[in-house]
């Protein structure tokens, strides 16, 4: 058959995608996907090596070419005033030839993150590491200075560094209200196909087909804070499409979204893991909670939200999505009960 340029570029994205896998019998595979012959994958292959985007390990095994550049950046020799000069001198050249949307984000969550180490981390230094290849852009900020959700702790009086991590799936959390809104983490996780932040033994990460976690790392705890963020730089999300899903008409941050699976170990049952998961959300007058892998709750966690917290907020939208038939029957039971009379 013969083949368009644009199915041409379906079948290179497609072949890079498998060279990051690892796929076996590449050639064949892709053949066989696309109903072309291996001779044609064979011509692309060429001309991917002949461009330097792919590398050739041994016959049939490739890898993808990768540029990377490694900075440190020390605050006593004033490398850390502003994001701006990071942004331009490190980042800016990496990305200069991305769609103007792609760009956009970049500069967005690059900006906010770089801030969050100049203003709360108290770091002496900044690691920053990008690397780039065909497909994605990666960035990892490493600081010394004291771990995010230990500071986040401490600032809000948490009894635990999971109740801390949990704030940051709701947003608008900050240490510093007078210069900073607390939304950076939140929208930069959102726009990144993968985002982690490691500190304090904990591990907050999300990506693009999955919502966000919680996880023990294991092993020592070590100091400062490492984010990770991931974007493929043929992304079609913008980010003012993203920041419209949370905002309302006039550009305030009114909406969250609570997925509870990635909050509790087990099902939710009790009134006090409501009114964790309850903390702060009179921050907003939309809030979604996720039952996507809740089996069932109990009673006490139920009516606590759904009777309590919604009794003392009428103004605040609860939506629960993703119920299953158990969590659902405990949901209309205490809303039924709440509503009769007597």
């Not at 099902?267 to 909670?289: I, W, Y």
Request: net charge negative; glycine share 8%; aromatic share 10%.
């Amino acid at each position: 058959m013969r083949v368009t340029e644009e199915q041409k570029k379906t079948v290179i994205l497609y072949l890079l995608e498998k060279i990051r896998e690892n796929r076996e019998e590449l050639s064949r595979h892709t053949a066989e996907v696309f109903h072309i012959s291996q001779n044609t994958v064979h011509t692309y292959l060429n001309e991917l090596l002949e461009k330097g985007i792919i590398l050739r390990e041994k016959r049939g095994k490739y890898s993808l070419a990768e540029t990377e550049i490694t900075v440190c950046l020390q605050r006593s020799l004033g490398e850390l005033k502003n994001d701006t000069d990071a942004l331009n001198k490190y980042l800016e050249p990496v990305i200069r030839d991305l769609s103007p949307s792609v760009r956009s984000i970049w500069r967005y969550a690059f900006s906010e993150m770089v801030n969050n180490v100049i203003d709360h981390s108290e770091a002496e230094r900044l690691r920053i590491r990008i690397r780039r290849n065909y497909l994605t852009t990666q960035v990892l900020l490493t600081d010394d200075g004291v771990g995010i959700f230990e500071k986040i702790r401490n600032h809000f009086g948490f009894e635990s560094l999971d109740d801390a991590i949990c704030e940051l799936f709701k947003g608008r959390l900050t240490t510093d209200a007078a210069h900073h809104s607390g939304e950076g983490i939140f929208f930069s996780s959102k726009m990144m196909d993968r985002f982690y932040i490691l500190s304090d033994g904990k591990i907050f990460t999300t990506d693009k087909y999955e919502d966000s976690l919680i996880a023990d790392m294991g092993g020592d705890r070590p100091g400062g804070t490492s984010v990770m963020m991931e974007l493929s730089n043929f992304s079609n999300k913008k980010a003012s499409e993203i920041f419209g899903l949370y905002t309302n008409d006039d550009g305030g941050f009114t909406k969250t979204k609570i997925p509870l699976k990635n909050i509790f170990d087990t099902d939710p049952v009790s009134r006090s893991q409501a009114r964790r998961v309850c903390n702060r959300l009179d921050k907003f007058t939309e809030v979604e909670l996720d039952f996507d892998g809740v089996g069932w709750m109990g009673q006490g966690f139920a009516h606590q939200i759904f009777v309590v917290f919604r009794g003392e907020h009428p103004d605040i939208l609860l939506n629960p999505v993703n119920m299953g038939e158990e969590a659902e029957a405990m949901y209309r039971h205490v809303v039924g009960s709440a509503s009769l009379p007597g």
